[in-house]
């Protein structure tokens, strides 16, 4: 492992040095960086721009995270090649995940949603830590994470990308645009990615991605009328996704529901349609009033062996917003109300588990600033839930410069949601375990809500080193649950127990960044992050199990000088270094099926090279995992697949290992 690394950092290096003195008489041109960290913004968000996504394959918006120190990006399972999203320690569920400051990824879609939007698509990614605004709702706890999708006003005539990797997947992304007028102007998006090939890079008879398919559309309308203020968009979407694992000789033709050979599919249609109209005050540009309306039907029909798993959920979401000062535009604020319906006819092994929920809220949002050292943002909602209750949700962002280039920030506030145990669990289909549900009495599967207060803070500091720019963060927040869902797989290996905490369950996260431009166009960013997330299950304290507890970031960015026509060199290395996990238990499985408590450290490198021929045209040939880390053992019972010890779900690392793609991308300007 050592040698590769090696290696790599001294071809890297070397292409560095020979780049450096072959342009040094070219022309120097300033460009932006792809992660943005301001200092008078009052909570502490990240802007991610699409700049930096193109630095890693980044197909979907599941893998935009790879070159992100704030995101933890990791494999679900060894059957379906999803990947999940964790931060602060915790999974996707408890973040608010929107599209436009729509809420998107939740109920039914959280397993795989993310990857439902095509990373082309993606303007830009707004990444806030801690509590995030009550204007968006009440479900967020650890975090936000808002995608803007690419503007009609703003895009080009034509966009094609086009992707190949040797894990024999392909994907062809084309955008048309259309300015209709100098107020209308329309999008049309096309993604379609396929894997057709069968790959078993560890020999153990499974599939180590899913076959698939994908076709995903999006029609986009944009009115803009800066003469008399109003401004909305339209959008229109469907989705079409198909998955095929299990073992290598699985027909689903012949052998579904069957135990001839094991095998799943997830078949998954969604319909999506969301509208925004807002108007600014003609003579109050600081006023406005923002309407905005979303419908979705998502479908997923799936089975993992003999495990039989359908959700439908049909959901509409209504957000009148108002925004205006007080006295002077030190004192802004919003306020409004919202309307979230959700229809859930869902079955897990043919037992209806269906319901319907719906909620009705107000919020108002208080914002001081005074232009100079310090701002806070103090933000609270009532809402009533027919299955959560009437209940008050508090949030807090506070700002402060104490001198110049360094700010402190804090935040506190609290969430509540409701569980979906089996949507956000699926992988856990893919196993030999039972599900029990312990609690009765609550309205939610017999549980109650999930309640969590999180708060933290976070310093920043910008300043030269040996006449460098550089800047190191460091944050810490803490949450703290006063109810949970626990997913117990501590107990038994061949039990899911479900229930209510009983005791405490925590999760700390201290995170130290620093980042330096080493040389003009050399960017190295680092990130050091530590958890402490425990949860007291039936059995006892443990930490929370496939959470590493340290983890090493570290990215190299390296662009040439622009020549003429645009031509340009970029390079880019990512590593990521996992200290040890918590396993679950695998105690009561025969011998020959049991994993240790402890799962050891890896280190995983990516790295990607991209020729921009001109404006219109680039290139660019990558690889994920290019050390080839492999987990061994990565399903249990593979060779009795209906037996008891079978289990597709406790993934820790890469079991693909190495994987090489090529793609270019083609513009019309």
Request: hydrophobic share 35%; net charge positive; glycine share 8%.
């Amino acid at each position: 492992m050592m040698k590769k690394i090696t290696l790599f950092l001294l071809l890297f290096v070397s292409i560095l040095s020979f780049s450096q003195k072959k342009l040094e008489d070219v022309k120097i041109e300033g460009e932006k960086k792809g992660i943005r960290k301001s200092l008078t913004t009052t909570s502490n968000t990240y802007m991610v721009s699409s700049k930096e996504l193109l630095k890693a394959a980044c197909c979907n918006l599941a893998e935009s995270f790879e070159t992100n120190p704030s995101i933890d990006v990791n494999f679900a399972d060894a059957l379906t090649g999803t990947k999940q999203i964790k931060m602060l320690g915790l999974t996707s569920p408890y973040l608010m995940i929107t599209e436009e400051n729509i809420p998107s990824v939740r109920g039914a879609s959280q397993a795989y949603g993310l990857s439902f939007t095509p990373g082309t698509w993606v303007e830009s990614i707004q990444i806030t830590k801690g509590a995030g605004s009550v204007v968006n709702g009440f479900e967020s706890i650890s975090g936000q994470i808002n995608t803007e999708l690419i503007k009609p006003m703003k895009d080009i005539p034509f966009f094609l990308n086009a992707y190949g990797a040797t894990d024999s997947r392909y994907e062809l992304n084309t955008h048309f645009n259309k300015k209709v007028s100098d107020k209308w102007a329309t999008s049309f998006y096309i993604h379609g990615n396929t894997r057709v090939a069968k790959n078993d890079m560890n020999n153990d008879g499974f599939l180590d991605n899913p076959l698939g398919k994908q076709i995903n559309m999006v029609n986009r309308w944009q009115y803009s009328n800066p003469e008399t203020g109003w401004v909305s968009f339209i959008n229109f979407r469907y989705m079409k996704d198909e998955k095929q694992t299990g073992q290598l000789e699985f027909d689903n033709n012949r052998d579904k529901l069957t135990t001839n050979y094991w095998g799943s599919e997830i078949n998954t249609n969604r319909f999506d349609f969301s509208s925004k109209v807002g108007y600014v005050f003609k003579d109050m540009p600081y006023q406005s009033i923002g309407f905005q309306n979303a419908f979705s039907n998502h479908n997923q029909d799936s089975y993992f062996g003999l495990n039989q798993y359908a959700i439908k959920q049909q959901s509409y979401y209504s957000n009148l917003i108002f925004n205006s000062i007080i006295n002077n535009t030190m004192h802004k604020f919003a306020a409004g109300l919202n309307f979230t319906y959700d229809k859930y006819a869902e079955f897990v092994n043919q037992n209806d588990v269906g319901r319907t929920d719906n909620s009705v809220g107000s919020f108002f949002e208080y914002t001081y600033d005074n232009n100079d050292k310090f701002s806070f943002i103090l933000g609270g909602r009532l809402d009533y839930h027919n299955r959560l209750g009437v209940f008050f949700t508090p949030r807090l962002h506070l700002r402060y410069n104490p001198w110049e280039n360094g700010v402190l920030r804090f935040s506190a506030g609290r969430g509540k949601r409701a569980a979906n145990i089996f949507a956000e669990n699926q992988n856990l289909f893919a196993s030999s375990r039972t599900f029990s549900i312990l609690d009765t009495n609550g309205k939610i599967y017999g549980l109650n809500p999930e309640i969590a207060w999180n708060y933290g803070f976070s310093f920043t500091q910008n300043f030269k080193l040996f006449g460098k720019t550089a800047d190191a963060t460091i944050d810490f927040y803490r949450t703290d649950f006063q109810n949970q869902a626990v997913v117990d797989v501590m107990q038994s290996s061949q039990q899911v127990l479900i229930y209510n905490l009983i005791g405490k369950s925590f999760a700390n996260s201290l995170q130290i960044d620093f980042n330096i431009e080493l040389i003009k166009h050399l960017n190295i960013r680092t990130a050091y992050k530590y958890y402490d997330i425990s949860t007291d299950y039936l059995s006892g304290s443990f930490q929370r199990p496939l959470q590493a507890k340290h983890r090493f970031f570290g990215n190299l960015e390296y662009a040439t000088h622009i020549k003429e026509k645009g031509k340009q060199w970029k390079f880019d290395y990512t590593l990521n270094w996992l200290g040890s996990q918590q396993l679950p238990t695998t105690s009561t499985n025969a011998i020959a099926d049991r994993l240790p408590d402890l799962a050891g450290a890896f280190t995983v490198m990516n790295a990607q090279i991209t020729r921009t021929f001109s404006s219109t045209f680039e290139m660019y040939i990558g690889g994920e995992n290019i050390g080839n880390y492999r987990q061994d053992k990565a399903i249990l019972g593979a060779s009795n697949p209906f037996g008891p010890t079978f289990d597709a779900s406790i993934i820790f690392a890469p079991i693909f290992g190495a994987m090489y793609y090529a793609g270019l991308r083609f513009k019309i300007i």
